[in-house]
């Protein structure tokens, strides 16, 4: 069974451009987490989504979006990029929301120059 | 807000010693999760501890969870080089997909 998959692996942006991430989560799964990764902060949760509707947000600006696909599949955009959103941003999937283990893919490595 | 509070933040080990991480949430939580993450790569899960005083073990590694729900630990035994690392508790919210983690215990084991 393929695990949770993340495109791009990698992605350089400069201040002010938005950027989509896309997450195809483990099939069968229909909750997916959204996590921001990085080295002061660790990580934080972004949102999790569940049958297309978002079901918890974290302490995020408005600038992080996200949004679920009746496959499952879901994508995060960051609009106005600043220097600080550079992190890897993961994503994880789990049967239904609260349902563990989540399982987590290798996520997008996001750079902001 | 809800915080979870991982110590310590290092540890470096010579290979055949003990490790031990702890991890303490300011509230109470529905349940933990110890999660493992290699250099360069993604969060992996390890177990969920759910029950008041559940105490779980595999292999080497022992985890608890307290009384209160509201503190947690890993133990290893005889550290192993494959044991490197960094070690993350979570702390699960309700029935939620929400995960509040741990600053995370990076582990180096000396040969």
């Known amino acids: 069974k393929a695990g949770v998959t993340q495109t791009p692996r990698y992605l350089i942006k400069t201040r002010g451009q938005q950027v989509t991430l896309s997450c195809s989560p483990i099939?069968?799964?229909?909750?997916v987490s959204w996590y921001q990764q990085t080295p002061g902060q660790g990580l934080q949760f972004l949102f999790e989504?569940?049958?297309?509707?978002?079901?918890n947000k974290g302490n995020f600006p408005g600038r992080f979006s996200g949004r679920q696909f009746s496959n499952s599949r879901s994508e995060m955009n960051v609009s106005t990029l600043e220097l600080g959103d550079s992190a890897l941003y993961l994503c994880?999937?789990?049967?239904?929301?609260?349902?563990?283990?989540?399982?987590f893919g290798d996520g997008t490595r996001l750079s902001i120059l | 807000g809800q915080q979870v509070m991982q110590i310590p933040q290092y540890q470096h080990v010579q290979e055949g010693e003990d490790f031990t991480t702890y991890c303490n949430s300011s509230t109470t939580l529905s349940n933990i999760q110890w999660y493992k993450q290699r250099p360069g790569g993604h969060p992996v899960f390890l177990i969920q501890?759910?029950?008041?005083?559940e105490v779980k073990k595999q292999k080497r590694l022992t985890f608890q969870f307290g009384e209160a729900k509201k503190n947690s630990s890993l133990h290893i035994t005889a550290t192993q080089t494959t044991d490197v690392g960094t070690y993350f508790c979570?702390?699960?919210?309700?029935?939620?997909?929400?995960?509040?983690f741990g600053q995370g215990t990076t582990l180096q084991v000396k040969p």
């Open positions: 994880a999937s789990s049967l239904r929301t609260g349902e563990w283990p989540q399982h």
């Open positions: 099939s069968g799964h229909r909750s």
């Open positions: 501890l759910v029950k008041s005083g």
């Open positions: 979570a702390g699960g919210t309700g029935n939620t997909g929400k995960l509040i």
């Open positions: 989504y569940f049958s297309e509707t978002q079901r």
